[in-house]
T-cell receptor, first 116, second 112 residues
Framework: GAGVSQSPSNKVTEKGKDVELRCDPI?????LYWYRQSLGQGLEFLIY????????KSGLPSDRFSAERTGGSVSTLTIQRTQQEDSAVYLC??????????????FGDGTRLSIL | DAKTTQPNSMESNEEEPVHLPCNHS???????IHWYRQLPSQGPEYVIH?????VNNRMASLAIAEDRKSSTLILHRATLRDAAVYYC?????????????WGAGTKLIIKP
């Protein structure tokens, strides 16, 4: 079956430009997460969506970062006025169930963002 | 949140068992122990999880110490495809906003 799909797989842009990263979760999964991963590091939580509840935005590093999830499915992470420190791999994950701990998260292969 | 400690890297020979340790001395009674792995240029992949009892699935086994302050992921017969970074993560079962808090993991090198 189809897994989590992210696009683009690679994005190179100039400092100061805005970028949009897309995530298509597994069909039927109500929970969706965004993380970012710098080279050689573990994952850093950014934002969490669960159904129609208000998202948990506690991991967003600045107000230049925002995300939305339309119709409980596709999600878009937007970074405005990109900075070089935003360069990283941005990963999306989805899982089934509502706060059911133990449900594994299924990850996409990420978008590698490079800011020149 | 409780944290985990893992060795930076480990080496093993192909077709031999691999034991990947994880220390979590500050684990709470409501924390699940999860393991994920990440192959090069891919997103993380769920491996296994447990609470108190040892667990087995098609990928691996999880051995949890009686005091729960440590656990070991066991790959019974390593293959070259098992070369990856393995992450041990704690999740509070009662944390309604739970998120995965990741350390740097253990880089597993498999020698042919």
């Amino acid at each position: 079956g189809a897994g989590v799909s992210q696009s683009p797989s690679n994005k190179v842009t100039e400092k100061g430009k805005d970028v949009e990263l897309r995530c298509d979760p597994i069909s039927g999964h109500t929970a969706l997460y965004w993380y970012r991963q710098s080279l050689g590091q573990g994952l850093e939580f950014l934002i969490y969506f669960q159904g129609n509840s208000a998202p948990d935005k506690s991991g967003l590093p600045s107000d230049r970062f925002s995300a939305e999830r339309t119709g409980g499915s596709v999600s878009t992470l937007t970074i405005q006025r990109t900075q070089q420190e935003d360069s990283a791999v941005y990963l999306c994950a989805s899982s089934s169930g509502d706060r059911v701990v133990g449900q594994p998260q299924h990850f996409g292969d990420g978008t590698r963002l490079s800011i020149l | 949140d409780a944290k985990t400690t893992q060795p930076n890297s480990m080496e093993s020979n192909e077709e031999e068992p691999v034991h990947l340790p994880c220390n979590h001395s500050t684990i709470s009674g409501t924390d699940y122990i999860h393991w994920y792995r990440q192959l090069p240029s891919q997103g993380p992949e769920y491996v296994i999880h447990g609470l108190t009892s040892n667990v087995n699935n098609r990928m691996a086994s999880l051995a949890i110490a009686e005091d729960r302050k440590s656990s070991t992921l066991i790959l019974h017969r390593a293959t070259l495809r098992d070369a990856a970074v393995y992450y041990c993560i704690l999740i509070d079962r009662f944390d309604s906003n739970y998120q995965l808090i990741w350390g740097a993991g253990t880089k597993l090198i498999i020698k042919p």
